[in-house]
């Protein structure tokens, strides 16, 4: 049994909650302003606090600095007033939950039981908590990840220290990125570390279903409710309930749906298509889009009394080429999973991750699994090299090390300084027959520079393929599929002559 102090400076809203309270089982105290809410902490160590924002005597965030108010007591704050600002600061104090007037009764005796009927995991104090998740950001050069986040770089440790802060409580949250991010990993994580990890997580792209069938995947349908509906559907809402829905591309939902998803949202109730019953359902909002919010409301893609009752609080996902360091942690975990999945064990050459840290990547992280996943189908070896990344250019390649095998590594600096020399004149030198190095022109592709130093690699091998590839780092496979190609397009330029 919990004990509840309701704060509260309408007379009839308290007796309601403290009827509620008692009616779960708890023990409840009612003060009306922010003087007796103090008086009340003197007298009583509460289990969880039902605060009203707006009291005679002031707002009820100054409570959260009250030393009496210990740091295991959770707070739900109560307003009528929807603000993102004071809700974001809500959060930062250390708030467990928003409630929005008129109080859903379902709701609010859903968030009794979550707060506390279970033991809680630890959790520091509101008067540390923003500082303590900061502090373990700040300090997690070490740390790999987060949940389900890979990354150790500053924008990424920034993300983990907001999902630290929000997991806990139950407001809605927007996440914003480019497509390929992984707004949808960090909707995961954030349920995973709630109160609601027990409960359902369910995903829907609203672009991705047509405009006539939204409305039935998140509400539901009744039998006979429209041509094609042959039973009763129940929608994402209702499935989700006691857990957290994850909306991608929220603007991409119409806008006359996004207001019947705005009522979902500040009632509590909805309706399945082709019936009148209202329905309950405690379900936690993560939204995502990869616009700007701001001028997705200007565009009229995003209703702004929708997009406020989203926006409580808001991550920003930053590009993969703002956090390039950690394509060193991502693209093994790509590997892994896909061995995992196929029985097949790759591992990827030191000079393949730096090459893929030197690419712009306008896909993001998927555009990275895509490219791992094909270089890992197409290589034979356990090793995948730099030659077997399929896609991917270097904006210069005059700053790659191009020597052409480990015994050579004491000629790496010369070769460097002899490639800058020589991507200032436009003749470019014949392969050296002799193995030492190669030389190419700054703004040569890769896939010519390649060509270059596989048949500079074979003539210095004296044409023996299986010792050429054993070089270079690759599969004989893959070394006589590059060579047929090489081939192929010799004689396409030769056809081509003839045929000018």
């Given at each position: ?12 809203s ?5 009827a ?10 009612i ?7 103090r ?10 606090v ?5 009291l ?12 009496r108010l ?36 379902k ?46 770089s ?20 927007l ?18 570390q ?10 829907i ?15 539901g ?15 994402f ?11 991608d ?12 998803l ?35 409301v ?69 555009e990275l ?26 904006p ?23 490639s800058t ?10 392969p ?6 190669v ?22 091998c004296?044409?023996v ?16 599929n ?12 030769t056809?081509?002559?003839?045929e000018?």
């Amino acid at each position: 049994m919990a004990h509840i102090l309701i704060v509260e400076d309408d007379d009839n809203s308290a007796e309601m909650l403290a009827a509620l309270v008692a009616d779960a089982g708890h023990t409840a105290s009612i003060a009306t302003d922010l003087q007796q809410a103090r008086q009340q902490l003197v007298l009583h160590n509460p289990d969880l606090v039902l605060l009203d924002l707006h009291l005679p005597d002031g707002s009820g965030l100054d409570l959260f600095s009250d030393e009496r108010l210990r740091g295991d007591a959770d707070i739900v704050l109560i307003t009528g007033q929807a603000s993102v600002d004071t809700s974001i600061q809500a959060l930062r104090l250390g708030a467990a939950d928003y409630l929005v007037k008129p109080v859903n009764l379902k709701q609010l005796r859903r968030v009794l039981d979550r707060l506390t009927g279970s033991p809680r995991p630890h959790r520091p104090s509101r008067a540390t908590a923003g500082e303590s998740a900061d502090a373990r950001a700040e300090a997690g050069a070490d740390v790999e990840g987060f949940g389900k986040l890979r990354g150790r770089s500053e924008p990424m440790r920034r993300v983990y220290a907001q999902i630290q802060r929000v997991a806990p409580t139950a407001v809605n949250v927007l996440v914003v990125g480019e497509s390929g991010t992984g707004k949808e990993i960090v909707a995961e994580t954030i349920h995973e570390q709630s109160r609601r990890r027990n409960g359902p997580f369910l995903a829907i792209n609203c672009g991705a279903i047509s405009s006539q069938l939204i409305e039935s995947e998140l509400f539901g349908h009744e039998k006979g409710s429209f041509t094609g509906a042959l039973r009763q559907h129940q929608g994402f809402f209702e499935r989700a309930d006691g857990g957290t829905l994850f909306l991608d591309e929220i603007t991409e939902m119409p806008l006359d749906l996004q207001v019947k998803l705005l009522r979902v949202l500040e009632t509590g109730r909805f309706s399945r298509v082709g019936s009148d019953t209202l329905l309950e359902t405690d379900v936690r909002i993560i939204a995502a889009t990869n616009r700007v919010p701001a001028e997705a409301v200007a565009d009229q893609k995003l209703r702004e009394d929708l997009y406020y009752r989203l926006n409580v609080f808001q991550i920003q996902l930053p590009p993969l080429r703002e956090r390039l360091e950690d394509i060193a942690l991502i693209a093994p975990l790509f590997l892994e999973q896909l061995g995992e999945r196929e029985g097949v064990v790759r591992e990827l050459d030191p000079a393949a991750i730096a090459q893929l840290r030197h690419h712009d990547w306008p896909g993001n992280v998927r555009e990275l699994r895509n490219i791992v996943h094909r270089a890992a189908i197409m290589s034979d070896g356990r090793r995948i090299s730099a030659v077997e990344i399929p896609g991917v250019t270097l904006p210069d390649p005059a700053t790659l090390d191009i020597g052409e095998s480990p015994a050579a590594g004491a000629a790496a600096a010369p070769a460097a300084a002899t490639s800058t020399a020589a991507a200032t004149s436009t003749a470019v030198p014949a392969p050296a027959s002799g193995g030492d190095m190669v030389c190419v022109p700054v703004g040569t592709s890769l896939a010519e520079m390649e060509r270059r130093l596989i048949e500079a690699s074979l003539a210095a091998c004296g044409g023996v393929r299986e010792k050429t590839a054993a070089m270079l780092g690759i599969s004989a496979k893959t070394l006589y599929n590059r060579l047929r190609q090489y081939e192929q397009q010799a004689q396409d330029g030769t056809a081509g002559d003839r045929e000018g």
